[in-house]
């Protein structure tokens, strides 16, 4: 089936610092999101993205949908405290009303005050 | 504003035990899915229902069954649980194909 690529693994960084993670793909997606995982927590949506070459923000999150449709991006600007948490990259294909997700296995982000 | 709710959010199991997962949402949705994260794993998507009356297998199907009762719950059941079960099961609801997906809160499942 279907793979997401994300990466790295984790991070551990300065708060204050820039944040970037990615997710690639084996196939084509036409929809790709990023959720974030607080602990204990289900995912929360970030970002959507729709169109190949979309660029959207939200608030410090900034999310990319590649132009070949096989990758997306996420930046953090300024990290603090908050951000800590699982971020997950999620590609769909959806056809009629159907629509499933395939997720990453997420980008654990620990930020030191 | 409830969105998805989950229940039990915590839960023990002997093997060979079963136990049935209930998931209930409030946004009138058409679409819910169960998934399953496992440490490293990421979510995996175990069973899906387009819409109510419908269900359909999705990566891990073995060793659970699924329930659309109504537009509004689909629940989970494991008739008779094996350790490889221990896991943290979320339940989502979409309004359609394209949408992103809201989550519960989960419920973690040991299975002993």
């Known amino acids: 089936g279907q793979q997401l690529n994300q990466s790295p693994q984790s991070m551990f960084i300065q708060e204050g610092e820039d944040v970037s993670m990615n997710c690639t793909s084996s196939?084509?997606?036409?929809?790709w999101l990023w959720y974030k995982q607080d602990p204990g927590e289900g995912p929360v949506l970030l970002i959507a993205?729709?169109?190949?070459?979309e660029l959207t923000s939200n608030g410090r999150l900034t999310a990319q949908f590649g132009i070949t449709r096989k990758d997306s991006f996420l930046n953090i600007s300024a990290s603090i405290p908050s951000d800590v948490g699982i971020y997950f990259c999620?590609?769909?294909?959806?056809?009629?009303?159907?629509?499933?997700?395939?997720f990453g296995k997420g980008t654990k982000l620990s930020v030191k005050p | 504003n409830a969105g998805v709710t989950q229940t039990p959010k915590f839960q023990v199991l002997k093997t060979g035990q079963s136990m049935t997962l209930q998931c209930a949402q409030d946004?009138?949705?058409?679409?819910m899915y169960w998934y399953r994260q496992d440490p490293g794993m990421g979510l995996r998507l175990i069973y899906y229902?387009?819409?109510?009356?419908?269900?359909d297998k999705g990566e891990v199907p073995n060793g659970y069954n699924v329930s659309r009762l109504n537009k509004r719950e689909f629940s989970l059941r494991l008739e008779s649980a094996a350790p490889s079960q221990t896991s943290v099961y979320f339940c989502?609801?979409?309004?359609?194909?394209?949408?992103?997906?809201?989550f519960g809160s989960g419920t973690r499942l040991t299975v002993v």
């Open positions: 989502a609801s979409s309004a359609r194909g394209g949408d992103g997906y809201t």
């Open positions: 196939s084509i997606f036409n929809t």
């Open positions: 993205l729709y169109k190949a070459g």
């Open positions: 999620a590609g769909m294909n959806y056809g009629g009303s159907q629509g499933n997700l395939i």
């Open positions: 946004m009138n949705h058409n679409s």
């Open positions: 229902s387009a819409s109510e009356g419908t269900t």
